[in-house]
């Protein structure tokens, strides 16, 4: 058994004072190693969390004798001579990262985390482990693990006590509801927000009944939506073994239309993450190395098909209409088709990048989302499946076969695995699919339309009526007063006279004052544009491209006129009548 003791003294400080005590085996060889994660599951890149860490001290837990220690890496300790003893380290943590994977602590909340703070023992990982937390008189804990006594957390290894983030506040609200004679547990932290309980437990009893029913399962026997509210913007979820973070804001806004759609979005998505990667998890990270990226080409499985039925579970479960649906579809085919990322990388190589720029901006055109693209992919899928089958197989039955065989026996599966799967359930061969949407670069709007067809539904492509976007093709931003060049398509008018970065001064000698779109809409065939370039003037000749259109918006919409099979696969499909 690992024991963590995790206290405070000064939450203005932001420091959580955290002990580890290792009983280290006689026999042990070597010195004992601790390791602290270089980053977290659920995100899939670097994040070094040591910068975190301060003041490391060791001794003998029996003697109170000080034990010389080494770092070996950024994030690994050695003490020699630990063989037989039982060994107490104490470090400082610092709980200042506001977001969905972070930690934080203030005079009203302990957020943690333990993914992000905690040292294991180097081969004692399977290990139990116990947390106490030594909180101020009146403050309620809210985890997904058991309570062995008050405060104290115990988890059967460390995977399970990383997985379990914890919130402990004074003010927390809890709720229940049940879903499949399961209990599922509703925290909201949050003094600004006001929370609509009747409506949000209905509504999620309907998207975890409707998600129960399609698994046929649960892999775990409780389930702790930890929702974190904030007085200011912020959208962030993380799944966990059972339990996910959700940080939103503004909290005064949370039932409002904008916020509960997307705290009914982020909560249908992270809880189908319970199946799709905690239990049917992909080879590469059976189990977690914590110390190095576990590198795997199948995101678009575990983020692409979660997107995807994240939004389309809540129409089916009738918590949205279709129409509340297509809204959020074409929110992720307008970012798929922000860029031209999508010509230059698959989605399986995607996968493999997410641990070199995942999650930035990254250089331009040079990558697509394994969220997006990938649930655009997942709906493909799932349309060509119900179409083969007359929609008595779908993306569900692939779900449920990934489940049995891999969810429910801990095996981790490979992208060989899933092919093979979609192909049994498809009854042909998919490796079409495959070669051309998932490990090539082949656009997605015919076949996506054809697909959208059988369900009486189509994707319409409009003409992008901005002028500088649609035509020439750059898109600008105001900042300070100044009008800079954001992104150029490539092959566009733009592309050819400017750069991103320049900032446009004056059209045809016209100062540029929110006004560029009419500067750029006099039907004259070019136009003299005076630019800021690395802070020289400079002047350019923009001219339009007979024919040639950019910034193309695709978007699902209802066919005017269905017949009576699309009618009938439309109603199979979302649950609704077209
Ligand atoms: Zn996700």
């Avoid at 809540?314 to 279709?322: D, E, Q």
């Amino acid at each position: 058994m690992t024991y963590y003791h995790v206290s405070f003294e000064n939450p203005l400080t932001f420091y959580l004072q955290i002990q580890l005590m290792v009983e280290v085996p006689t026999e042990a060889d070597g010195p004992l190693t601790l390791q602290l994660p270089a980053w977290r599951p659920g995100r899939y890149e670097l994040q070094n969390f040591a910068q975190k860490i301060q003041r490391v001290e060791c001794s003998d837990a029996d003697t109170d004798e000080p034990l010389p220690y080494r770092k070996t890496t950024k994030d690994r300790w050695e003490i020699p001579g630990a063989a037989g003893r039982s060994i107490r380290v104490r470090y400082n943590f610092y709980a200042h990262q506001m977001d969905a994977g972070g930690s934080w602590l203030d005079a009203t909340q302990l957020y943690l985390n333990p993914v992000q703070a905690l040292l294991y023992a180097e081969g004692q990982q399977n290990e139990p482990c116990q947390l106490a937390l030594v909180l101020p008189p009146g403050w309620r804990l809210a985890c997904g693990l058991p309570q062995v006594a008050p405060n104290v957390l115990q988890a059967s290894n460390f995977d399970q006590l990383a997985d379990s983030p914890l919130i402990a506040s004074p003010t927390i609200e809890h709720q229940q509801y049940e879903a499949g004679g399961l209990p599922f547990h509703v925290w909201a932290q949050g003094e600004d927000a006001v929370v609509d309980w009747p409506r949000l437990l209905t509504d999620f009893k309907a998207f975890s009944e409707e998600q129960l029913a399609l698994f046929g399962g649960f892999p775990v026997a409780d389930y702790h939506f930890l929702n974190l509210f904030l007085p200011y913007k912020h959208y962030h979820g993380v799944e966990h073994h059972n339990s996910t973070v959700i940080v939103l804001g503004p909290a005064e806004l949370l039932m409002g239309e904008g916020l509960y759609k997307e705290l009914l979005g982020v909560s249908c998505h992270e809880l189908f993450h319970t199946w799709n990667i905690k239990a049917i998890r992909p080879a590469e990270m059976q189990p977690y190395d914590y110390a190095r990226e576990n590198y795997f080409r199948t995101c678009y499985i575990a983020e692409g098909v979660t997107t995807y039925y994240g939004e389309y579970l809540l129409a089916r479960s009738h918590v949205r209409t279709p129409a509340q649906y297509f809204e959020e579809l074409n929110l992720v085919l307008r970012k798929h088709y922000d860029d031209a990322g999508g010509h230059n990388l698959s989605l399986a190589d995607a996968s493999m990048d997410l641990w070199l720029d995942g999650y930035k901006p990254g250089v331009p055109d040079r990558k697509v989302s394994v969220y997006h693209k990938g649930a655009l992919a997942a709906l493909l899928l799932d349309l060509t499946i119900r179409q083969l089958h007359g929609h008595a197989r779908s993306l569900d039955d692939v779900m449920r076969r990934l489940y049995d065989d891999f969810g429910k026996t801990g095996i981790g599966y490979t992208e060989e695995d899933y092919a093979r799967v979609v192909t049994e359930v498809a009854g042909r061969k998919m490796q079409v699919y495959f070669d051309k949407f998932i490990n090539g670069t082949a656009p997605l709007q015919e076949p996506l339309d054809r697909a959208l067809h059988t369900v009486g539904c189509q994707l319409v492509a409009s003409e992008n009526v901005s002028a500088s976007e649609g035509t020439f093709g750059f898109r600008t931003v105001v900042k300070n007063e100044r009008t800079e060049v954001t992104y150029i398509w490539p092959d566009s008018p733009a592309a050819t006279v400017f750069t991103v970065d320049d900032e446009l001064v004056a059209v045809n000698g016209r100062r540029v004052d929110m006004n560029l779109q009419s500067l750029l809409s006099t039907g004259s065939p070019y136009y003299e544009v005076a630019v800021f370039r690395q802070n020289r003037l400079l002047l350019v000749e923009l001219a339009a491209q007979a024919g040639a259109a950019f910034g193309t918006r695709y978007t699902v919409k209802k066919l005017t006129e269905a017949d009576e099979t699309q009618r009938a696969g439309f109603q199979k499909w979302l649950g609704w009548e077209l």
